[in-house]
């Protein structure tokens, strides 16, 4: 470790990796820290992903590649079925991953790319100094560590406190979170090709439980739910009752919890020496909960921004409002309008979801993309989501996807 | 005021340090620490998936 970088990632997730690979590749002199002393365990995630989207990224390897996803089924409270498959060439769409190999093998590549690495090292506060960070304080071995940068990425997680320490509000709220709780079971005996979703209030207020396949009969099992609405039943208590009742012979083999910031895009995610990426800058999507990709991009733009203001020499807000407006029009204008859409949703009856899911019965879905699902949904049930017209006109000019596009 | 967290039910997953509104508590490694901040809200203690929070009053 050095007393000065040009860039300091904060965290080794998706996010951090990529930025830190990205800020390496562009020649900066870049530190990666990780409070962990293994990088990606425990895991916090279903491991869903988009195949399409992982591809600019990082090219696709058997060794953290679990299963293959060619579609995804909905299960409404009365058992109503809603299959969506990709009927393309070749078929999958997603994958699910092992994180835990994935974010080492994403740490490794910005290792490759020349960035220095360190685990069980925690940062503490940040070095601010006129009102512009200046680097981080850090705690290693039990003892801390002033280090300095021009620019720190803090990619610390839901869990982040980097951005609070420049007085960024980043606190989300109960009703802004689903608190979730999942096992990685075996002897699973649910279809592999298929993710699959269960919707209702009494299986999962305001939320769902998800299967994903894990492959050899594996399958990652979980349940979110509204924050607002845990208290006398947990997520780990409806999950139970889940799987007693639908999963009576699967055996688990791993247990995952976690939260999941659904609260739509923050106010400020830069401050002069400062950018937010990933759940730090709560850039998880509010209806599927997925935040890998939007991380990954988000540390992309971080990276590549970071370049950018060294080189001109103003790290301050100026420069990096850049980030800022870049993340905003692209990650940011679908996790509005997937706020909006899971504002709506939160609100159903059962009785809703049962008609709902009814209504489309008749309509054969040859992809997975939530917008299709939409479409097909705002098309039979204009009054009941009258809410969701302003989305599609918005939807569609931009092109927003699901990040299940097949390619 | 301030919570006690039960670290043998506990899975820090940090979903109470996402929520917390005074910034009291912190990660590290596989335990929560409180500081002096917390005002004892309880949200925290509503928001975690295994019920390892309770509020001391
Ligand atoms: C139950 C659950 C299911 C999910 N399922 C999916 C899914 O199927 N698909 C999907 O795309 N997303 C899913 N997500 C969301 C996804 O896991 C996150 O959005 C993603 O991991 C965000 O990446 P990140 O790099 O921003 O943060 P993280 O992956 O959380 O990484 C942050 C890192 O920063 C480290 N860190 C924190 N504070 C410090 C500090 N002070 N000093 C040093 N290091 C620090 C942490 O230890 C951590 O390693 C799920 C989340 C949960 C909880
Ligand atoms: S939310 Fe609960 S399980 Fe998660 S870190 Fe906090 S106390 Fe531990
Ligand atoms: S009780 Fe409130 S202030 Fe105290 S740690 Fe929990 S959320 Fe923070």
Same mark, same amino acid.
């Given at each position: 470790?050095?007393?000065? #970088?040009?860039?300091?990632?904060?965290?080794?997730?998706?996010?951090?990796?990529?930025?830190?690979? $990205?800020?390496?590749?562009?020649?900066?002199?870049?530190?990666?820290?990780?409070?962990?002393?293994?990088?990606?365990?425990?895991?916090?995630?279903?491991?869903?992903?988009?195949?399409?989207?992982?591809?600019?990224?990082?090219?696709?390897?058997?060794?953290?590649?679990?299963?293959?996803?060619?579609?995804?089924?909905?299960?409404?409270?009365?058992?109503?079925?809603?299959?969506?498959?990709?009927?393309?060439?070749?078929?999958?769409?997603? #994958?699910?991953?092992?994180?835990?190999?994935?974010?080492?093998?994403?740490?490794?590549?910005?290792?490759?790319?020349?960035?220095?690495?360190?685990?069980?090292?925690?940062?503490?506060?940040?070095?601010?100094?006129?009102? $512009?960070?200046?680097?981080?304080?850090?705690?290693?071995?039990?003892?801390?560590?002033?280090?300095?940068?021009?620019?720190?990425?803090?990619?610390?997680?839901?869990?982040? &406190?980097?951005?609070?320490?420049?007085?960024?509000?980043?606190?989300? !709220?109960?009703?802004?979170?689903? $608190?979730?709780?999942?096992?990685?079971?075996?002897?699973?005996?649910?279809?592999?090709?298929?993710?699959?979703? #269960?919707?209702?209030?009494?299986?999962?207020?305001?939320?769902?439980?998800?299967?994903?396949?894990?492959?050899?009969? &594996?399958?990652?099992?979980?349940?979110?739910?509204?924050?607002?609405?845990?208290?006398?039943?947990?997520?780990?208590?409806?999950?139970?009752?889940?799987?007693?009742?639908?999963?009576?012979?699967?055996?688990?083999?791993?247990?995952?919890?976690?939260?999941?910031?659904?609260?739509?895009?923050?106010?400020?995610?830069?401050?002069?020496?400062?950018?937010?990426?990933?759940?730090?800058?709560?850039?998880?999507?509010?209806?599927?909960?997925?935040?890998?990709?939007?991380?990954?991009?988000?540390?992309?733009?971080?990276?590549?921004?970071?370049?950018?203001?060294?080189? $001109?020499?103003?790290?301050?807000?100026?420069?990096?409002?850049?980030?800022?407006?870049?993340?905003? !029009?692209?990650?940011?204008?679908?996790?509005?309008?997937?706020?909006?859409? !899971?504002?709506?949703?939160?609100?159903?009856?059962?009785?809703?979801?049962?008609?709902?899911? #009814?209504?489309?019965?008749?309509?054969?879905?040859?992809?997975?993309?939530?917008?299709?699902?939409?479409?097909?949904?705002?098309?039979?049930?204009?009054?009941?989501?009258?809410?969701?017209?302003?989305?599609?006109?918005?939807?569609?000019?931009?092109?927003?996807?699901?990040?299940? !596009?097949?390619? | 005021?301030?919570?006690?967290? @039960?670290?043998?039910? =506990?899975?820090?997953?940090?979903?109470?340090?996402?929520?917390?509104?005074?910034?009291? *508590?912190? *990660?590290?490694?596989?335990?929560?620490?409180?500081? @002096?901040?917390?005002?004892? =809200?309880?949200?925290?203690?509503?928001? =975690?998936? *295994?019920?390892?929070?309770?509020?001391?009053?």
């Amino acid at each position: 470790m050095k007393d000065h #970088y040009d860039v300091i990632v904060v965290g080794a997730g998706p996010g951090g990796s990529i930025a830190a690979k $990205t800020a390496a590749k562009e020649g900066l002199d870049v530190l990666m820290i990780e409070k962990r002393q293994e990088i990606g365990d425990p895991i916090r995630c279903a491991e869903g992903v988009g195949k399409f989207h992982l591809k600019q990224h990082i090219e696709p390897d058997p060794r953290w590649i679990c299963a293959d996803v060619k579609g995804s089924c909905i299960i409404s409270p009365d058992g109503t079925r809603v299959e969506m498959a990709e009927e393309m060439s070749g078929g999958e769409v997603g #994958y699910v991953l092992e994180r835990k190999i994935f974010d080492r093998a994403l740490a490794n590549e910005s290792a490759l790319a020349g960035a220095e690495v360190m685990v069980k090292t925690r940062a503490t506060d940040l070095i601010i100094e006129n009102d $512009t960070v200046c680097g981080i304080k850090l705690m290693h071995l039990g003892k801390m560590h002033e280090v300095r940068s021009k620019i720190v990425i803090g990619a610390d997680g839901m869990e982040s &406190k980097v951005g609070r320490w420049a007085g960024i509000e980043t606190a989300v !709220k109960p009703s802004e979170m689903e $608190t979730c709780a999942q096992y990685l079971v075996s002897n699973a005996n649910i279809d592999q090709e298929f993710c699959h979703f #269960y919707l209702g209030n009494e299986i999962a207020p305001a939320g769902y439980v998800w299967m994903f396949p894990k492959g050899g009969n &594996k399958a990652n099992v979980g349940i979110g739910i509204l924050g607002s609405k845990s208290g006398e039943d947990r997520a780990i208590d409806l999950l139970n009752d889940f799987m007693e009742k639908n999963m009576p012979d699967a055996k688990i083999i791993e247990m995952v919890i976690g939260g999941v910031p659904v609260c739509g895009t923050i106010d400020r995610t830069i401050a002069n020496g400062l950018m937010l990426v990933g759940d730090a800058a709560r850039q998880s999507d509010p209806i599927t909960g997925g935040g890998i990709i939007n991380a990954m991009n988000a540390g992309k733009m971080a990276g590549e921004i970071a370049a950018k203001a060294i080189r $001109t020499g103003d790290c301050s807000t100026d420069t990096l409002q850049e980030y800022e407006e870049l993340w905003r !029009k692209t990650i940011g204008k679908e996790i509005n309008n997937n706020l909006i859409v !899971k504002e709506t949703f939160v609100n159903f009856t059962d009785e809703d979801l049962n008609s709902l899911a #009814y209504s489309l019965k008749d309509v054969n879905f040859t992809s997975m993309s939530l917008l299709d699902l939409l479409k097909a949904l705002f098309k039979a049930n204009k009054k009941l989501l009258w809410d969701l017209r302003v989305i599609f006109k918005d939807f569609i000019k931009n092109d927003i996807d699901f990040k299940y !596009k097949a390619e | 005021m301030s919570i006690s967290v @039960n670290k043998y039910i =506990c899975g820090y997953c940090g979903a109470c340090v996402g929520v917390c509104p005074t910034g009291a *508590l912190e *990660l590290v490694e596989t335990w929560i620490e409180v500081d @002096n901040k917390c005002t004892g =809200c309880g949200i925290c203690q509503k928001i =975690c998936p *295994l019920g390892a929070i309770e509020v001391n009053r």
